[in-house]
């Protein structure tokens, strides 16, 4: 074989390695990313529209993602077999044109499809009002603990003062001298709710950021020192789920679990009366 038949063979081998190595790339990235995404069983009402947009993000990128490693891997295997560099397919301007316009489109195509999906969503939770039915839950994170309470017979939550926190007794700082504050109910790290209700919980944090995260109900939000803030969601599935903080908060970040508790409507007004007995 004739030295310069050779080193074009040798070329073309390279480039079908390389151009077959990257597509390959690219299916097996798609293949174990498709088989290993897999969200926590879903639990509350909102979820689903976060299913939804979640899926269609990973759907879009994913072929992007595949079709980009295809295309690479065929022009890299075309390119090889050929002994020259050839003149440029396009001008420079219509480059830049169509790389602007590729990036754009994959932008609109990956994020305008999660804003149309996740919008809705986003202004029934954040922007609308709260239901008047729903159960109202006071959220106070520390490190490393969750201090839950629970307002009285009253339907009150009690004035509460920074001054008044003591570690043991009263972690929340609530003021019993006041008569809202007197059946306020209290457990820690245990968050008990009805099935099938509105529930608005307020989070607070006593020193840093924390993030109260129930992945089963798709409800992820900071609690930030010096706010309030609330956040409502439907429970739709009975049991006991996981209560996480995902924020990196000190180093006993790692044991700041607690467990949300979704009972039939009974079997939690049982448990709130025992708790208003043995206040």
Same mark, same amino acid.
């Given at each position: 074989?004739?030295?310069?038949?050779?080193?074009?063979?040798?070329?073309?081998?390279?480039?079908?390695?390389?151009?077959?190595?990257?597509?390959?790339?690219?299916?097996?990235?798609?293949?174990?990313?498709?088989?290993?995404?897999?969200?926590?069983?879903?639990?509350?009402?909102?979820?689903?529209?976060?299913?939804?947009?979640?899926?269609?993000?990973?759907?879009?990128?994913?072929?992007?993602?595949?079709?980009?490693?295809?295309?690479?891997?065929? =022009?890299?295997?075309?390119?090889? $077999?050929?002994?020259? /560099? @050839? !003149? %440029?397919?396009?001008? +420079?301007?219509?480059?830049? #044109?169509?790389?602007?316009?590729?990036?754009?489109?994959?932008?609109?195509?990956?994020?305008?499809?999660?804003?149309?999906?996740?919008?809705?969503?986003?202004?029934?939770?954040?922007?609308?009002?709260?239901?008047?039915?729903?159960?109202?839950?006071?959220?106070?994170?520390?490190?490393?603990?969750?201090?839950?309470?629970?307002?009285?017979?009253?339907?009150?939550?009690?004035?509460?003062?920074?001054?008044?926190?003591?570690?043991?007794?009263?972690?929340?700082?609530?003021?019993?001298?006041?008569?809202?504050?007197?059946?306020?109910?209290?457990?820690?790290?245990? =968050?008990?709710?009805?099935?099938? $209700?509105?529930?608005? /919980? @307020? !989070? %607070?944090?006593?020193? +840093?950021?924390?993030?109260? #995260?129930?992945?089963?109900?798709?409800?992820?939000?900071?609690?930030?020192?010096?706010?309030?803030?609330?956040?409502?969601?439907?429970?739709?599935?009975?049991?006991?789920?996981?209560?996480?903080?995902?924020?990196?908060?000190?180093?006993?970040?790692?044991?700041?679990?607690?467990?949300?508790?979704?009972?039939?409507?009974?079997?939690?007004?049982?448990?709130?009366?025992?708790?208003?007995?043995?206040?």
């Amino acid at each position: 074989m004739p030295e310069k038949t050779a080193a074009r063979v040798k070329l073309s081998i390279e480039g079908i390695i390389l151009g077959l190595a990257i597509g390959l790339v690219g299916i097996v990235g798609v293949y174990y990313g498709s088989n290993n995404w897999r969200a926590p069983a879903l639990a509350s009402q909102h979820g689903a529209g976060i299913d939804a947009m979640m899926l269609y993000l990973v759907a879009t990128t994913g072929s992007m993602f595949l079709i980009g490693h295809l295309i690479l891997g065929f =022009l890299i295997w075309n390119g090889s $077999r050929k002994e020259d /560099v @050839t !003149l %440029r397919v396009a001008s +420079v301007k219509t480059e830049k #044109f169509m790389s602007i316009a590729l990036g754009v489109l994959m932008a609109l195509i990956a994020e305008g499809g999660v804003v149309a999906i996740g919008m809705p969503v986003w202004d029934e939770y954040f922007m609308g009002e709260t239901p008047e039915d729903a159960l109202q839950i006071d959220v106070f994170a520390q490190q490393f603990a969750w201090n839950i309470r629970y307002p009285g017979p009253d339907g009150i939550f009690g004035r509460t003062d920074a001054s008044l926190i003591d570690e043991m007794s009263n972690p929340m700082g609530i003021d019993r001298s006041d008569a809202a504050a007197v059946d306020d109910v209290v457990v820690i790290n245990q =968050l008990y709710v009805p099935v099938d $209700r509105p529930v608005q /919980v @307020t !989070l %607070r944090s006593r020193d +840093v950021i924390h993030s109260f #995260f129930l992945p089963h109900f798709r409800v992820k939000q900071d609690a930030v020192p010096g706010m309030s803030i609330p956040v409502w969601f439907v429970p739709t599935k009975e049991g006991r789920y996981e209560l996480a903080c995902t924020e990196l908060c000190g180093l006993g970040h790692y044991r700041m679990m607690g467990f949300f508790n979704v009972l039939p409507q009974g079997e939690f007004e049982d448990w709130l009366q025992q708790q208003y007995a043995g206040n």
